[in-house]
Every structure is written in C-alpha cells, then in structure tokens.
C-alpha cells in the first residue's frame, strides 16, 4: 500500500485496513468494500474488548471455558449456568453474587464473566472485597 493510501486510512481512522487489504478476496467492487469494512469492524471489537479487560485490571487471565464445572456450584432456582454465561443478567440489570468457600471457583467464575462481558463491549471492573465477621 503506497504511503499516500496508508495516510489516507490514517485520516480516515481505518486502523486495520492497511493491514487486510490483500488478504481480502476480490470479486466485485462492492462485495471487496463489504468485506474490508466488516474485518475492520471486526478487528475493531476484538481490540475494543481487550481494552476494556487492560483497563478492568483483572488478577489473572481465567476463563468460563477453563472452569470446571461440578456439584461444588448451585444455583438458585431462577437462574442456570447457560443464562449466566450468556450475561442475560447484564441487559435484566441484575447482580451476581457468589459466595462459597475458599477454593470452590468464585473468583474464576467473576474473572471469566468479567472477561466475557469485556469482549462483548461492557466495561467491567474488577474489586475484591475481604469480608470478615463483624461482632456487634
């Protein structure tokens, strides 16, 4: 690509264009345009989504897929391991809470629901909150 397109791309915030023209295959003009355009918007997502797990800080790189699932996790009875990992819980503005004792998955569970969410465009922070028994 000539150093004048490259600027052009540039000006014209297409930050991967550059990159996939070629690999693009060429059959007619408009179907070209289509495809480049939906690999930019696609690279656009993918690295949309990795921002945002940068900025939501998280303390390790698990994942939903890596979680074994097993009798150690209930659910309550309005809610199934399918509605959580599809984050229908995020669109019903609803909380999740896990609790559990140490060692049963909780936090791989919020990280990999973190992460999820993060690449499908929702902003996610990551706190840990140490509760202790409070004596009144």
């Given at each position: 690509m000539s150093d004048r397109l490259k600027e052009m791309c540039?000006?014209?915030r297409l930050a991967y264009v550059a990159d996939i023209y070629e690999k693009v295959p060429f059959e007619n003009p408009t179907?070209?345009?289509?495809?480049?355009?939906q690999q930019e918007f696609q690279l656009r997502d993918t690295?949309?989504?990795?921002?945002?797990?940068?900025?939501?800080?998280?303390?390790?790189?698990?994942?939903?897929?890596h979680f074994q699932w097993g009798s150690q996790v209930k659910?309550?009875?309005?809610?199934?391991?399918?509605?959580?990992?599809?984050?229908?819980?995020?669109d019903r503005k609803e909380n999740v809470i896990l609790t559990g004792s140490p060692g049963?998955?909780?936090?791989?569970?919020a990280t990999g629901l973190g992460r999820k969410a993060c690449r499908q465009?929702?902003?996610?922070?990551?706190?840990?909150f140490p509760f202790g028994v409070i004596n009144l």
């Open positions: 540039k000006s014209l179907q070209y345009l289509e495809t480049l355009f690295a949309k989504g990795e921002r945002l797990i940068k900025k939501a800080r998280f303390i390790n790189d698990k994942e939903l897929d659910f309550p009875p309005q809610i199934n391991r399918e509605s959580l990992e599809g984050l229908k819980f995020i049963t998955g909780k936090t791989h569970i465009g929702y902003s996610s922070n990551f706190l840990v």
